[in-house]
């Protein structure tokens, strides 16, 4: 009935309003994230809610990075908790579309390579190898996840991407990949894995150009490493 109309209605359409007209910049982060649940939790004061996570997780981002289950703990629905969810890896998908479609042009390089593959890793909890192919000129030819766990031998095939690097006739590769709860900074078992990936890669004559530690989307290069240096030079 039109009379049973919910008390927040009005207060949910104020809000959908202010950030059609000015964006998310005068929000606070708990007003975000009440607005976000708006289109989870129908007919409660998602302020709340939202203040609750924000105080349970310390802080906005580590809501969005919180497991589903440890947000369902907190409350929320799975449906819920799944929107949750679903905003880091969206912004993901949106951040590595605009670069391939805006910058196509774009040689890659020791400046911009963060800015091509750190959104790759956004929302990422667990260990994800990625891998990038140029050509001589900077092109990029392939550039994606290639593998997820641990960064091990037996998690990262190499005889694998010697075939991307063959069926791409690549000059060049970028490998990279995360330490989700660690430090941008290569482990001993980083570095030696690196070394047998050089060695293969010039079998082929592909130059191995970086390996990229990423942490907390921060990335350290190897190839500026004092201790890496007999690796890319």
Known sequence: MAGNKGIHDGHRDRVRERFLNEGLNGFMDHQVIELLLFYGVPRKDTNDIAHKLLDHFGSFSAVFDASLECLMECGLSRSCASLIKLIPSVCS????????????????????????????????????????????????????????????????????????????????????HNHPSGVALPSAQDIKLTKKLKSSLSSISVCLMDHLIIADMDYCPMSELEECEDIFY
């Open 93 to 176: 998908r949106y951040y590595i579309d605009k670069y391939k479609s805006d910058n196509k042009s774009t040689k890659i390089n020791s400046d911009n390579i963060g800015e091509c593959i750190l959104p790759y890793f956004i929302g990422r909890d667990e260990e994800q190898v990625l891998l990038l192919l140029v050509d001589p000129k900077g092109n990029r030819l392939f550039c994606d996840i290639i593998s997820k766990g641990s960064f091990t031998a037996s998690e990262v095939n190499i005889r694998y991407i010697l075939q991307l690097c063959v069926k791409y006739k690549a000059y060049g590769a970028v490998l990279a």
